[in-house]
């Protein structure tokens, strides 16, 4: 069996296309290869889908933070706190058992307790609550020149948030932010270890990856691989948001766009 | 199997008979309840542990990274820049197994040094029976404690990483004039190091670690993937569906009220540790050539 062959029967396993038994035994390099980034897929989907909607949610709520009215404030405040001050593994488990509740009410809600919806929704309001702190904090640290001009010209409500506020926001956030989505990415890991189950064993990397370290009881292969796909998913997200950062910063002088550098976050 | 009856409070001696919230009252002062309580024991004492180890492991990697013999820094850059591109998760799954083998296998070389066959025989990892962790005939308690161990070490690993770079950016933030003043002094090295870095960079390094510690408790639940029964493992257990048949205290599934009841465990954990934390970084940043300090100078003038 060639390593083509087993691309074509695991290359997208992890959403049930392909050979329906994992491998048992003698184990090649090439399966668990192919099996943890087959497993990857999950990974993307989770994080790029809750990136992308959190985002707005994130501006939404930071936008509600910064609020004179305590109306907006304070549900905002209550949301990032909920949010950010709880495990992300607890959020996980908590989640899953309302919505395994939530089950009883309406068999429309029956695809909340699987992960593809239920644990994307945890990680959408995860990665709000956390980008929301960051966009605040952006919005916090506009040079008051800034607003003072867009008071001069006139500018009010919307139009002014549109073209001054958000602009200036989004390229004070974005290294941060960067940062955001890297670690987003990382926790997307903890999805099948807490509690949505793996259905017919689609499960995402770190799934497969403890699979083959359970199975050989060797561990010094499955989790390099799993961690040579996430330095390269890092390089992509540090990539591509590097590109944004530059089209954000591309009034200033070459030397003053911030540097995008990657800090730790760890577990949420 | 029916559980002893709870002895905490003399109405529980027929729960069948009280409802409400003497019911409420008896149920969680079962011995099982008892077992939840004890395992948030196991969390602080994770966290009392691993937060001074962590420390260390962080201080000798930004040390090492900062030395002038290559490989030592080498080493020292690499262990805080692996942990950085990778899941956390994966280190600890992958660090827990490796770490048990390591010891194993470190074990099996002083113990049975006549032992001829190879030890990783296909799928399996074979030592000889004297060098396993714990002994067989371990009692139940040894195993606990020697996987609670492994788990200490492995967040020590992962979050020395994370201190070693906190640390590694202080040391760098240290005005470089006060370096400069110690070698014009004359002192080596060694003595600028200890005397002079070390010193100052505490208050550089505070707002990093604050943040570490944050992550470190919100890390605590993790300890369950590692198969230490701790909270998350007994909220489960608690939580699942009771019938009559195997305690005084049937009730459905729980599971989401007692996670509720964790998250807000977390929730006040977090919130106490922010507080604490402020008043340090405030009593920390007195006198200090920093803006905080400054703030505080200011304030306390007017």
Not at chain 2, 206 to 223: C, E, F, H, Q, R
Request: a positive charge.
């Amino acid at each position: 069996m060639t390593c083509w062959d087993v691309v074509q029967d695991y290359g997208l396993r992890s959403l049930g296309i392909g050979e329906r038994l994992l491998p048992r035994s003698d184990f090649t390099l090439c399966q668990q290869v192919v099996l943890i980034g087959s497993g990857m897929l999950w990974n993307i989907y989770f994080g790029a889908i809750a990136l992308a909607a959190g985002f707005f949610l994130a501006i939404a709520t930071a936008v509600a933070k910064a609020h004179h009215n305590p109306l907006l404030r304070k549900p905002a405040d209550a949301f990032v706190l909920l949010f950010r001050g709880s495990p992300l593994f607890i959020q996980f488990f908590f989640a899953y058992f309302a919505f395994l509740n939530l089950k009883s009410v309406s068999p429309m809600l029956d695809d909340l307790s699987s992960a593809w919806l239920g644990a994307l929704i945890v990680l959408f309001l995860n990665t709000s609550a956390y980008s929301a702190e960051i966009f605040y904090g952006a919005l916090m640290s506009i040079p008051k020149g800034d607003n003072e001009a867009a008071d001069a010209y006139g500018m009010h409500g919307f139009s002014r948030f549109r073209r001054i506020t958000l602009p200036t926001t989004l390229r004070l956030a974005w290294p941060a932010y960067t940062n955001e989505a890297i670690f987003l990415f990382h926790s997307t890991t903890l999805v099948f270890v807490s509690g949505f189950p793996a259905q017919s064993q689609r499960g995402d990397a770190l799934y497969y990856a403890s699979y083959f370290a359970d199975k050989t009881f060797n561990p010094f292969v499955p989790y390099p691989i799993l961690a040579g796909y996430f330095i390269l998913l890092t390089l992509t997200v540090i990539g591509l948001f590097g590109i944004v950062n530059r089209r954000l910063n591309r009034h200033l002088p070459r030397e003053n766009t911030p540097k995008i550098r990657l800090r730790p976050n760890l577990i949420r | 199997m029916s559980e002893p009856g709870a002895t905490i409070f003399s109405f529980c001696a027929d729960p069948s008979s009280i409802d409400g919230f003497e019911w409420l009252a008896c149920y969680l002062t079962t011995a099982k309840h008892l077992s939840i309580y004890w395992s948030v024991g196991t969390v602080l004492l994770l966290l009392a542990i691993t937060a001074p180890v962590a420390l260390l492991f962080g201080f000798g990697g930004a040390s090492a990274a900062r030395s002038r013999v290559w490989p030592v820094s080498i080493i020292g850059r690499s262990y805080i820049a692996v942990v950085r591109g990778v899941p956390d998760i994966a280190f600890f799954l992958f660090f827990v197994i490796a770490l048990d083998q390591f010891f194993e296998y470190l074990r099996h070389q002083v113990k049975c040094p006549d032992w001829d066959m190879p030890i990783r025989q296909g799928n399996d990892f074979v030592v000889c029976a004297a060098a396993k962790l714990p002994l067989g005939n371990a009692p139940q308690w040894m195993h606990e404690v020697y996987g609670f161990s492994l788990a200490v070490l492995t967040f020590s690993i992962v979050f020395g990483a994370f201190a070693a770079n906190v640390l590694y950016g202080a040391m760098r933030a240290v005005p470089r004039g006060q370096i400069e003043t110690a070698e014009a002094y004359g002192m080596t090295q060694r003595q600028t190091f200890w005397r002079i870095l070390v010193p100052q960079m505490w208050v550089y390094a505070l707002p990093g670690l604050s943040n570490l510690w944050m992550v470190l408790i919100k890390a605590t639940p993790l300890l369950f993937l590692l198969g230490v029964e701790d909270i998350v493992y007994w909220a489960k257990e608690l939580g699942s569906t009771k019938t009559s048949k195997f305690t005084d205290y049937p009730h459905g599934d729980w599971r989401m009220w007692y996670f509720a009841g964790l998250l807000v465990f977390y929730l006040c954990f977090t919130k106490v540790s922010e507080a604490v934390l402020g008043r340090i970084s405030r009593r920390l940043s007195r006198g200090q050539a920093t803006a905080a300090g400054e703030a505080q100078r200011k304030a306390a003038l007017s």
